[in-house]
């Protein structure tokens, strides 16, 4: 497999290609799912993908990547998520393996981007903190340098599925002096070192998707430091870019509109001429949705940069599936609030999960409201 040069196929025969194989290869019965995914469920497809070379499409050749261009990855990433293929823990993948090929040392890299690739190594992102989240360069998390190790203090939350990871990414502050952005600088640690304590928060869907992670004189050696002392920020900032562009996509609001209609369908509403309205209002937005999203991804396929109006993407995306999901639990009725997969009117539909599960997308990556300020002041030039 190694020796195909994907990005001299013609599109559609990749496609094909990556269609096959998720087709094929992954588990019907995760399709879709409506929580976050645990990486002792997603191991065995990580390793079917490992296998086939295709868990890292980002990385280069000689790291075991796939070294897709902009235009193939967008291919790829759409044909898993058409298919409702979960992401697993993959930032080791798609931020601490490109962070490391562009700032880490031999060692780092030596020790590291293989074990990352396998899924020996499992990362979990730490960089929230409380007052700390929009305003993300306000992190306190100190760590202080005596003789060969930082000793770091403090505390990190809303870390994804920290109490399944090895290793821990992590912005800390090494110079209280400096200006916000400056002074911060990003360590990569065990998840197990002494002086660490994780504690999984429960959502209000009862998964502990999300944990506190608590740093009580642990001591790392400098030479877990990725890039320069106090410049963390912009190792950090440098990969957020396709960010947007991967949740504003319309597949899981397109997803819960089949579920909809379907249920809709079954109870017989299409005769009903205020559900019809609505259905029919909602269906309109998401297909205005898909086009402007088929719209960046030409952008990215021609290798164009994306500029900051693509904040438009993510709060659209985000608020028409929270819309969805709400009508698909009004929609249910005295059925919609009961917990879990259950028949209604002869369909199998679980109306709580999704709706549960779009709740925290008007938050992550980036609020509603920030994506709104980066709207008005970049793209409409407002005053601040
Ligand atoms: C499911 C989930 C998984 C996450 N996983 C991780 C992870 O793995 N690692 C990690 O480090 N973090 C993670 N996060 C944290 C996430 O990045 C933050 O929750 C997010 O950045 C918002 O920060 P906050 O929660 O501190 O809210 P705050 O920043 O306190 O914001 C509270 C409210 O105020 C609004 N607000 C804030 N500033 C402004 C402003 N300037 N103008 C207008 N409105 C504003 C916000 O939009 C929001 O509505 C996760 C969050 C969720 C929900």
Same mark, same amino acid.
Request: hydrophobic share 40%.
């Given at each position: 497999m190694a020796e195909i040069d994907y990005n001299a196929l013609p599109d559609a025969d990749f496609r094909a290609m990556v269609r096959e194989f998720v087709e094929t =290869?992954? *588990? &019907? +019965?995760?399709?879709? $799912?409506?929580r976050r995914i645990r990486m002792d469920e997603a191991r065995p497809w990580w390793n079917k993908l490992v296998k086939k070379g295709w868990i890292a499409p980002n990385w280069p050749r000689e790291l075991g990547g796939m070294a897709l261009d902009p235009g193939k990855m967008v291919i790829y990433l759409e044909e898993m998520e058409r298919h409702g293929v979960m992401r697993a823990a993959d930032q080791g993948i798609t931020q601490v393996g490109p962070i490391l090929m562009k700032y880490g040392t031999d060692a780092q890299k030596d020790y590291f981007l293989e074990r990352t690739r396998t899924g020996d190594i499992i990362w979990a992102q730490g960089y929230s903190e409380p007052n700390a989240?929009? +305003? /993300?360069? @306000? /992190? &306190?998390t100190s760590a202080v340098i005596e003789g060969d190790e930082f000793v770091i203090n403090g505390m990190k939350i809303w870390t994804s599925f920290a109490q399944e990871s090895t290793h821990i990414y992590l912005l800390v502050r090494t110079d209280r002096e400096a200006k916000k952005q400056k002074g911060i600088s990003f360590l990569l640690i065990e998840s +197990? $070192? *002494?002086?660490i304590t994780i504690r999984p928060i429960r959502n209000i869907a009862g998964h502990e998707e999300f944990c506190q992670v608590f740093f009580d004189n642990v001591r790392v050696p400098r +030479?877990? /430091?990725?890039?320069? /002392? @106090? =410049?963390g920020w912009t190792v950090a900032k440098a990969l957020l870019g396709h960010e947007r562009l991967n949740i504003g996509s319309p597949r899981r609001p397109q997803y819960a509109l089949m579920r909809l209609e379907m249920l809709a369908r079954a109870k017989g509403l299409m005769d009903d001429a205020g559900f019809v309205d609505r259905f029919v209002a909602i269906k309109l937005d998401l297909e205005d949705l898909a086009s402007l999203y088929g719209r960046y991804v030409e952008q990215v396929k021609r290798g164009e940069p994306l500029g900051p109006d693509v904040s438009q993407l993510k709060i659209w995306a985000m608020e028409v599936w929270q819309q969805l999901t709400d009508l698909l639990v009004e929609t249910g009725a005295e059925d919609g609030v009961i917990e879990g997969a259950h028949d209604v009117a002869g369909v199998e539909l679980d109306f709580l999960a999704p709706f549960y599960y779009a709740r925290p997308g008007t938050i992550y990556g980036g609020s509603s409201e920030v994506q709104r300020n980066i709207l008005s002041k970049y793209v409409l030039e407002l005053p601040s």
């Amino acid at each position: 497999m190694a020796e195909i040069d994907y990005n001299a196929l013609p599109d559609a025969d990749f496609r094909a290609m990556v269609r096959e194989f998720v087709e094929t =290869e992954y *588990p &019907q +019965d995760m399709r879709f $799912l409506s929580r976050r995914i645990r990486m002792d469920e997603a191991r065995p497809w990580w390793n079917k993908l490992v296998k086939k070379g295709w868990i890292a499409p980002n990385w280069p050749r000689e790291l075991g990547g796939m070294a897709l261009d902009p235009g193939k990855m967008v291919i790829y990433l759409e044909e898993m998520e058409r298919h409702g293929v979960m992401r697993a823990a993959d930032q080791g993948i798609t931020q601490v393996g490109p962070i490391l090929m562009k700032y880490g040392t031999d060692a780092q890299k030596d020790y590291f981007l293989e074990r990352t690739r396998t899924g020996d190594i499992i990362w979990a992102q730490g960089y929230s903190e409380p007052n700390a989240g929009s +305003d /993300l360069a @306000n /992190l &306190q998390t100190s760590a202080v340098i005596e003789g060969d190790e930082f000793v770091i203090n403090g505390m990190k939350i809303w870390t994804s599925f920290a109490q399944e990871s090895t290793h821990i990414y992590l912005l800390v502050r090494t110079d209280r002096e400096a200006k916000k952005q400056k002074g911060i600088s990003f360590l990569l640690i065990e998840s +197990d $070192l *002494p002086g660490i304590t994780i504690r999984p928060i429960r959502n209000i869907a009862g998964h502990e998707e999300f944990c506190q992670v608590f740093f009580d004189n642990v001591r790392v050696p400098r +030479d877990r /430091l990725v890039g320069k /002392l @106090n =410049e963390g920020w912009t190792v950090a900032k440098a990969l957020l870019g396709h960010e947007r562009l991967n949740i504003g996509s319309p597949r899981r609001p397109q997803y819960a509109l089949m579920r909809l209609e379907m249920l809709a369908r079954a109870k017989g509403l299409m005769d009903d001429a205020g559900f019809v309205d609505r259905f029919v209002a909602i269906k309109l937005d998401l297909e205005d949705l898909a086009s402007l999203y088929g719209r960046y991804v030409e952008q990215v396929k021609r290798g164009e940069p994306l500029g900051p109006d693509v904040s438009q993407l993510k709060i659209w995306a985000m608020e028409v599936w929270q819309q969805l999901t709400d009508l698909l639990v009004e929609t249910g009725a005295e059925d919609g609030v009961i917990e879990g997969a259950h028949d209604v009117a002869g369909v199998e539909l679980d109306f709580l999960a999704p709706f549960y599960y779009a709740r925290p997308g008007t938050i992550y990556g980036g609020s509603s409201e920030v994506q709104r300020n980066i709207l008005s002041k970049y793209v409409l030039e407002l005053p601040s």
